[in-house]
């Protein structure tokens, strides 16, 4: 059985850093691309970041480039996202997903990911 299960998220003060981990079983961990959406009740589901290991690609959004890294541990079958210089417009919930296939662009679409976990909720106070 394939789960994704994050966790890490909390309330933090803007500035704040907060790190999340999506830990990964069921599938060939390093076959996939894993990435890290938000959704904010009300509104359409955005992503963030994305890794694949195997090809040694990342992607930021633009919102979170500088602030945000992404990273995996094949080992521990584990992807991070590592949260700097929270914003108030940072608060959502966190999702990470994995999709093993997908378009010849760069990163995968949404609609691509095969898996997804159950969110974590990070809410960055002002």
């Known amino acids: 059985e394939v789960q994704l299960v994050e966790s890490g998220g909390g309330l933090v003060q803007a500035g704040g850093s907060l790190r999340l981990s999506c830990a990964a079983s069921?599938?060939?961990?390093?076959?996939?691309?894993l990435g890290w959406f938000r959704q904010v009740p009300g509104k359409e589901r955005e992503g963030v970041s994305c890794?694949?290991?195997?090809?040694?690609?990342?992607h930021y959004a633009d919102s979170v480039k500088g602030r945000f890294t992404i990273s995996s541990d094949d080992g521990k079958n584990t992807v991070y996202l590592q949260m700097n210089t929270l914003k108030p417009e940072d608060t959502a919930i966190y999702y990470c997903?994995?999709?093993?296939?997908?378009?010849?662009?760069?990163?995968?679409?949404?609609?691509?990911?095969?898996?997804w976990g159950q969110g974590t909720q990070v809410t960055v106070s002002s």
């Open positions: 997903a994995a999709v093993r296939i997908y378009g010849s662009s760069w990163p995968p679409r949404e609609y691509e990911y095969d898996y």
């Open positions: 069921g599938f060939t961990f390093d076959d996939y691309v």
């Open positions: 890794i694949s290991s195997s090809e040694g690609a990342i």
